[in-house]
């Protein structure tokens, strides 16, 4: 990663932006991150050069003084509300915050001379797979309000870079699991919805049980296949989408998994082996818009970005989710 300025990482204290945030740091980067703390954690940014800044991306006066005072050369956007039930019984929320508020950015941005923004996007944007795997041609025809929210706002990154030459990475993760191997940082949501630590929560006896929805889709064993990919190998994904820009790459959108699926009665079986435990499961109907198959192609991500996940067997995901979950902290910051 070849430095120079000072990067913004906008939601920095959360789960995939404080991995980030390590790694930049491990590489000599200056950050600044600015988090409003509605879902991150002060305490994932330990590194006392990381300059925190709480407050809110819609907060135009706030978000110029730091473009004023820290001349940021370029943005890594991570601040979004990402719970896609909630999107849909209140889609107002998600267009606000996933939508609305980075326009206040993207005015800065364009103010103050930055033209350089990789945004932490997602397979969601695609809906309902009609092939797979999905490579970055793979129609986008989200389901939700939160694929929505960030299909709309790559469009409008797309408008930008006509407009005012801003470069952007579109990075559309698959589904993100794992923590810091060292159990440094890790994840901790409230509600918790993510298959692997909820498995691990029940592991542990935090939960009653663990609830599979559906058991009859056209798998080998019944039950949805994922592409789960590493935090760790997204955080080196920003790294490189980074350097990419820098070397003066045009705007793009990469696909980030390992083009591995995995059921999710191989991710209990596998996180059974690494805790030594009998996990209590319950099996439910699906639940509506669960596709039976989400698989990610990563070949854009290896010829673009010279990117490749580094973590693609569960069981290191699990085994360091388990690090953190069972280490001094607990799994809670």
Request: net charge negative; aromatic share 10%.
């Amino acid at each position: 990663m070849a430095q120079q300025g000072t990067l913004l990482v906008t939601g920095g204290a959360g789960y995939i932006g404080s991995h980030t945030v390590a790694r930049l740091r491990a590489a000599g980067e200056k950050v600044v991150v600015l988090d409003n703390l509605v879902f991150g954690h002060r305490e994932a940014l330990p590194d006392p050069e990381v300059v925190f800044v709480e407050g809110d991306l819609a907060d135009a006066a706030l978000v110029d003084r730091l473009f004023f005072e820290h001349r940021p050369e370029a943005v890594l956007h991570f601040a979004a509300y990402a719970y896609v039930g909630e999107s849909v019984t209140d889609p107002l929320k998600y267009y606000r915050n996933n939508l609305a508020a980075p326009l206040v950015l993207l005015e800065a941005m364009q103010r103050h001379g930055c033209r350089r923004f990789i945004f932490s996007s997602t397979c969601a944007t695609y809906g309902d797979p009609v092939r797979v795997p999905m490579d970055e041609t793979h129609p986008q025809a989200p389901v939700n309000p939160y694929g929505a929210s960030k299909w709309m706002l790559e469009r409008v990154l797309a408008d930008c870079g006509r407009a005012w030459d801003l470069r952007s990475v579109w990075l559309r993760y698959f589904n993100a699991s794992g923590c810091d191997p060292e159990g440094r940082i890790g994840e901790d949501h409230d509600p918790e919805t993510h298959l692997i630590p909820r498995i691990l929560m029940a592991a542990k006896g935090e939960i009653d049980k663990v609830t599979v929805f559906g058991t009859d889709y056209p798998t080998p064993d019944g039950t949805c296949i994922r592409d789960y990919i590493h935090v760790c190998d997204l955080a080196s994904a920003h790294g490189r989408a980074l350097d990419y820009l820098r070397a003066g790459g045009a705007t793009t959108a990469v696909n980030l998994g390992t083009g591995r699926g995995f059921s999710v009665r191989e991710i209990l079986q596998t996180a059974e082996q690494v805790t030594g435990r009998s996990i209590p499961v319950e099996y439910g109907p699906r639940r509506a818009g669960d596709p039976s198959e989400l698989i990610c192609d990563p070949t854009r991500a290896r010829e673009v970005l010279g990117w490749e996940a580094e973590y693609k067997e569960p069981r290191s995901h699990i085994d360091s989710a388990w690090r953190w979950m069972t280490g001094p902290r607990g799994g809670r910051y």
